[in-house]
Structures are given as C-alpha cells and as structure tokens.
C-alpha cells in the first residue's frame, strides 16, 4: 500500500508539471513559437538559450488579481490603513510635542525598572538616547519618528508571533504547513511587498509597519517555535507527573524556559525592523533611513554614516531595554545567584 | 596519495583563476551612464545595444540616480551618457565644460515637458488650471497628507533628482508651501506607484510629473499653469536651486520662478573618454543619436505593456521597426546589428 502511494504522489507531480508546460506553451505570444508545433523536435535551436515559449505565465493573472483585490477589498484596506496610521500618528505626535529632557528621563525611568533597578544599563541607554539629538538636532524628531513605526511594527510582531510559534512548536502539521511560508517572507525582496504595499495604503508610514512585519516576524516565530521545542522531555513528564493540565505545562514551564530562545527572538525581530527602517525610506517613509537615503543619493558620506551611527544607537536602546529586561524575567525562574 | 590529489587541486584552482583574467577581452570598452527613470534606460539600452553588436566593444552600464551619476561623469569613471536634462543642471554642465571635464554631443530627445499635474475628473471638477488656483484651503483638503494634518500632499521627486530642490524653491516662491508639502516618495518606483494607486482608487492625485514617461500614456493627468518662462529668471532660480543643494535648505533666497521650459534633452562624454581617437567611431555614433519625443514615448509603450518589464526586448523592437537609427552609424555596422536582430 506504501509503495501505491509513492507512485500515486509521482504520478499525480509529473502530471501537474506536464500541465504547466502546455500552459507556458498555449499562452506564448505567436512571435516566440516555432511554425508548428512538431518543429520542436526538427529544430533544436530551443536547446541554447531558454525558449520563450517556456514561460510560466504567472505576472498577468498575478497583476489582474492584485487590480481586483485593490478594487474589491478598498475599505478594508482603508480600514487598516487609518487604524494604523491613527496609532502611528498619536504616539508620534505625543513624543515629539514633549520637550526633549522629559523624554530622555521617560527612558531612563523605562530602562530602571524593566532591567530591575540595573544603573549600568540605565545610564548607557540614557547617553545613547542624548547622544541621538546631539548628532544633529535634526535626528531628534527623526528618530522618534522611526521609533513608532519599530515600536508599533515590533508590538504586532510579538502578539501574532509568539502565538503562532507556540502553535507551530505544539503541532507538527501546522510547523509544516508554515515553515515554507516563512522562508519565503524572508528571502522575497523587500519591494515586491512594498509596491504592493504602496497601491494598497498609500505613501508612509504604514507600509513601511507591514514591511517590517513581513521582514522581522520569521526569526521571532522560528526561535519561540525552536525554545519551547528544547524544552526539556523529562521536565515536561515531571510536569504531567505534577498533575499539570496542558495549559498550565505552557504557561508554567514550557515558556518561561523558553525565554532565553524567545528574548533572543525579540532581539533579532528587532535588529531587522531597525533594518528595514532604511528600506522603507525608499518608499517615502519619513524618519532616520531618510537621512541615510538622502546622504546616499546626494553622494554626502559623512551623512550617510551619521545617520547610519543614529540607526545603530536605536538598536542599542532598543536592544539592551528588551533583553534587561528579559534577564529580570529569567532571574526569577532561573536565577544565576546562588541562595 | 592525499598529498598528490591537494597538489593536483590546488595547481589546477590557480590555473583556473589566472588564465581566467588573462584571458578577459582586450577591446574597446565603453561605460554607459544610466539613471533611475525609464526614458533614460531607454537610450542606455538602445546605444549599449548597436555599440554592443555594431562596434563588437564590451558595454558596462551603471545605474543611479542623477547626483552620482553626474558626479562619476565628471570624475570621469563614466564615459558617455545618452540622457542629460540639461536645464535642470545647467549650472553644473558650465562648470564642468569650462573645467573641461565633460564635452557636450548635443541633442539626443528634442523637446519633453515637466511640471505640476492633478488627475482630470479633479481638475475639471474643481476649475483647476493655474498653480494659484491650488492655493485654497478647501482644495488642499483634497489631497489630504495623512502625516501633516491640515496640508496636502503634491508627490515630488526624489532627493536625488535636482527637481526635488526646484519644486521646493517654486513652493516657496508660489506660496504653495503654506498648503502642500514637497513630498519625496523615495524611489522612482513608489512615486509611480503613487499615482497608479491613486488613480485605481479614484483618489485625487496630485503630483510632479514629466514626459517621456510611459505612465504619462496610460493615466489621464492635466499640467497646471505656472508662470511663463523666462531665461534671466530660470538662470537666477538655479543658483539658488545649486545654494541649497550643497548647503541646505536654510540658506533660501527670495528669488523668481517660472515653468519648467520645453527642453531638450542632450548627451555628453568626458573629456576622457573623447580625447582616445580610438572612441572616435563611437563619439560620431553619439553625435548622431537623436530620437524624437514619438519614438521615445512609443518604445516606452511597448515596454510597459508588451515586453513584460524586458529592456532589451524594447531596444530590440525600437531596432527592428525603426530605420532612422541606420543613418546613424556606418552601413557595415548597421548590417551587423541588423544580422543580430
């Protein structure tokens, strides 16, 4: 019966290859096809350079079905588009109408507490912070700009992926099912989901927050997926041997020690959002990757590399928040001082 | 054993490297510079391709936008540039002439046109003819920025084209800065996108545009009116416009501006490459390129519509169902390119 299906399962994949050749062949324009058919097998002119009529036609249906989409699902994408924009706009306008000292003390007031009361960290993140407006009192307002797209990018990031890497670790099928779905969100380039993005929502900011999603969300689902898969066999027994329900496994030790995995996947989520964040200048999205556009098509070095000095200052705030406070988490579970 | 197969290798890896680049086309070589809109990659195609099979040199062209482009020309690491807007640079093409950096090879598309656009069914519907007529509240509202509430938003060029810092300056000068921003979309690609998007969703559209473009054939846009051009004005605005490119927008003068003129655009070589007599074939090849607006925007239908994004298909279209191009070169040139087609 085993052998049936294998044979079925080649059967039905040389059929369906054999179909896409006619389909490639049928859909040629004229110009690129020999005279008739059976010419194919006379002249082997086809055999250097690929033939034209082996084309898969995949750009018109995919273009057609994108016009139709555009045209259909307008307001829903209308919907999106103003609810993030909305978010996007409050946070930005509340952080840049505040005066500049209150908001380096919100971060150091942030960074005290997440990391736990820690002044190392607090008082290197409150000198990246100075250090962003004191590279030019232009990248102050800037790089708030550029913070609220990360932040919100990195919040839709964190609850649509921890969930779906929780699901991919519980249940084979769905890892499966998902794990092509992410290498392609992580090698496709970048613009061939930001002109998308472009037609749907406009020039801005919220392109450039889907973009960020697409681009940073796989490590973060991958690492949670691969941390709670690690979690160890026979704690996960003892834990049953407990009398633990599956929901109290999760919460009570499969995540907490997962947590080294899922930090470190906050922490690439947020490497490649700040990434991006030059990308989506191309998009005419406003914030520090601006800057660094601006130096690269105005051929000014120095501009470029301070800008991109900003963009790595970011990072480090950013960084060292999550992961202090990431530590803090851990200590309570796994705390490295010995009582 | 082992040792005989390493040696093998390794003997057989460097021959490999070095007879490579020994090995590599010891001819005539022609670095093409090409820019970030379709008219100019055009030409690129279309001159790489007869300099290609006509004249048997190696073609390398490098792509980017107009500032380090224009920039390599005049440090001479480009050759030859088939599309130069001249007018919108041309207080940098003197001074490099003067250098002598750059020589100039006339006059490649006759005439193109620049300037403001608003889709029709908004313009009809609102009056609008004249830049002036854009300065209202109620108008502005229209094309709504949703990251500057209050103002509207007139799509622009990207950093990187001199347009960017004329459009600003204009702004200035229509007061049209107190209603829109002078918005950069980043990327030639986005700014078209932006117009598509707008007009697939009925959206008003508001925007810098110019001809030869191939999206200018396929959207239906008006060009409103500015003030009409004047050589003493256009000359006084580019000093400025060339003040704040290098200094920035704070060192803004009051000065006057006028439409963007009907220009032609030009090509031009460096010094270096033009003085080789060995490039002098390919020098009076140049002199003799020149495609008349038609042409340019009727390959540049073809190539948005039936070449499916191929530059090459479009240059190999123009070839084939054109003959001006023939008088250009000499006939046995012309013999080889057509063997090619």
Redesign the interface.
Known sequence: MEKYKKFLKLFIYSAIFIFFIIISYRSAKPRYKPEHFTDIFNDFSWLGNWPKWLDFPL?QPLNSGF?WL??KY?LFFEGINNFL?GLY?SMKNFLVGLPWPIVIALVIIITYFASGRKTNTTIMVAFCTFFLGFLSPRYWDKCIMTTCIVLIGMLMCIVIGIPIGIAMARNKKVRNALLPILDLMQTIPS?CY??PG???F????VPAIIAIFVYAVPPLIRLTDLGIRLVDKEVIEASEAFGANRKQTLWGVQIPLALPNIMQGINQCTMMSLAMVVIA??????GIG?EV??G????NVGMATEAGIAIVLLAIIFDRITQSYGEKIQERTQPKKKI | MKFLKKLFLSIAFLAVTTFGTTSANAGCKVHLGDFDWDSANIHTAIAGYIIEKGYGCTVESTKGSTTPIMAALFDQQIDIITEVWRDNLVQLIEDNLAKGNIIELGVNTPSSTQGFYVDKPTADKYGLKHVNDMKSEKIAKLFADPEAPGKGRMTSCISGWTCYTINLVKHKVYGLDKYYTNFDPGSGGALDAAIAGGFKKGKPVFSYYWTPTGLMGKVDLVKLEEPKYDQACWDEMTKVVEDIKANGPDVYKDTCACEYVNMSLTKAASTKFANNAANKPIIDFIKNYSIPTADVNKSLAFYMDESGGDMEETAKNFLSSNSMWESWVPSDVASKVKASL
């Open positions: 750009m016009d555009i045209v307008g924009l706009s613009f930001l002109i472009i037609l749907l406009g020039l801005g900011a200048s191309m998009i005419g999205t406003r601006d556009l601006l690269l098509q105005q051929l």
